[in-house]
């Protein structure tokens, strides 16, 4: 497989494909029309649209597996997760990374609602969001 970023390239038209043969299907016709590609599918919409949709989740469940973080992100995530209610001090501690750069991550964990902060600026902590 063929990783950019967030994106996979290459799987979900042989997942699509499969789904259809297994639903009993016509084996759709791939045509190449300057330079691009065309797919077409044989099969009733209802069947089209189950099909997609399992393709749909099978592609958001490797998303949300892989939660496409950064190293960084990742190691502070799991800190969090196994210290409830740390702080800044403590996930420098841990990691021997600066506080700006600490803060830096856990800003881009709470925007993408991994984590929250709960408490006072000073008193508070950190707690992961799948803990609620």
């Known amino acids: 497989m063929y990783f950019i970023k967030a994106i996979e390239y290459g799987s979900g038209i042989t997942h699509f494909i499969n789904l259809l043969h297994e639903a009993k299907q016509p084996t759709p016709q791939n045509e190449e029309i300057s330079g691009s590609f065309l797919i077409t599918i044989f099969a009733t919409p209802k069947v089209a649209d189950k099909a997609a949709d399992k393709v749909a989740i099978k592609v958001a469940d490797k998303v949300a597996d892989k939660e496409f973080l950064t190293n960084a992100e990742n190691q502070i995530l799991k ?54």
Not at 81 to 105: L, P
């Open 79 to 132: 800190f969090v997760k196994t210290k409830s209610g740390c702080s800044v001090r403590d996930i420098m501690q841990k990691t021997n990374f600066s506080n700006s750069y600490v803060r830096k991550v856990l800003t881009a964990l709470s925007q993408k609602e991994l984590i929250e902060h709960r408490g006072s600026k000073k008193t508070g902590g950190y707690f992961s969001r799948e803990q609620n």
